[in-house]
């Protein structure tokens, strides 16, 4: 990867400018460089274009990251059921029917997103997303998956981060296994803006 010079240019926009894929890829460069965390023994990174997998090992006992680790599981007229093991967006844990992905802190129990047939586009794919509902100041307030054929039309005041894509034989691609951050970049009146999310593993 390149290396950015943090004194070369400022990353200021100024009123009416158009944030460009140059700008929000600087962004995340400066804030990978100033990351606190760079590894050690026991842990290995591994970058994507998708993300940032980290692994962990650890002697006399286990260390369970705060990851979306996904699983579907096959069930009856050709539905799927996902569950996650646990993870945060903006340090916010998605919800499905009110109980955290990692389940209910009382029973144990963990909440599935089930993935049914019309959830599916004509390629046999369906692509997972966070859904992302924000306050009118542009911050995280609920996160909940959906299932959708493609991908979900621009709401006001919501953004949708794939987490993976379900196949219909079971399969599944890109699945979302670190910490993600979220930033709304050129937020508008109306609600709208365009959603910037960076690894934070």
Known sequence: ????DLNA???AIKAGEEVTHDHLRQLETRIRQQSVFRGGPGIRQTVFPWGTITNYSQ???TYIPQKFLPSVTAGSEGT?????????????EPIIDRIPISGDPDTGAVPVLTVNP?????????NIFFRLFLTRAFEVSKISPLAFPGIPPAAPYQADK???TVFSDGSIYRELETDQGFLPVSPKSNGLFIPCFWSKG
């Open 1 to 4: 990867m390149n290396q950015v």
């Open 9 to 11: 240019r400022p990353l």
């Open 59 to 61: 002697l006399g006992g």
């Open 80 to 92: 799927f059921a996902v569950t996650w093991l646990r993870g945060l967006i903006a340090g916010v």
């Open 118 to 126: 019309g959830d599916f586009a004509p390629d046999g794919s369906s």
């Open 162 to 164: 794939l987490a993976l």
